[in-house]
């Protein structure tokens, strides 16, 4: 089974950086997981300007032209990842913390306070992506786990 998503890739020019930050059914819920980002990151760009490419591709130009989002059109074989996810109990949180030596200013995705993980997935549109990263207390990916 084929599909056509929008994929969200945050991309610079320093450097020729390309970072894929999730796929989407729609345009409007690639560019909604492109707010979440800035909002988890309490990032404002009102006057962020849109720009369709000659390839059809969106481009989300937010500060300078050094860097900006790309949400491009593809087709896939098989489904999106899944957004739905179950908490881990206790006992598995404390011992993903002890394993990873973590201290009291990060944590796990199912120890954030449910408005961070609701963005997260939001952000990332994959339940499984989001369990990768260490955050801070407000939602903020501080580092990948792999």
């Not at 909604?32 to 369709?52: C, M, Q, S, T």
């Not at 913390?97 to 549109?125: H, T």
């Amino acid at each position: 089974m084929t599909q056509t998503v929008y994929t969200n890739y945050w991309v610079s020019r320093i450097g020729d950086v390309r970072k894929q930050h999730g796929s989407y059914k729609t345009e409007e819920e690639a560019i909604e997981g492109i707010r979440a980002w800035w909002e988890l990151h309490k990032e404002n760009y009102p006057d962020a300007v849109f720009k369709r490419t000659n390839s059809g591709a969106l481009e989300v130009i937010y500060h300078d032209e050094k860097s900006f989002y790309r949400i491009e059109k593809q087709v896939i074989e098989g489904k999106l990842p899944s957004r739905s996810y179950k908490l881990r109990r206790p006992g598995e949180i404390e011992a993903a913390r002890s394993k990873l030596l973590l201290d009291r200013e990060l944590c796990l995705f199912d120890e954030l306070a449910e408005p961070f993980r609701d963005r997260l997935i939001v952000a990332m549109a994959d339940s499984k992506k989001v369990r990768d990263f260490i955050y801070d207390r407000e939602g903020r990916p501080v580092k990948e786990l792999r």
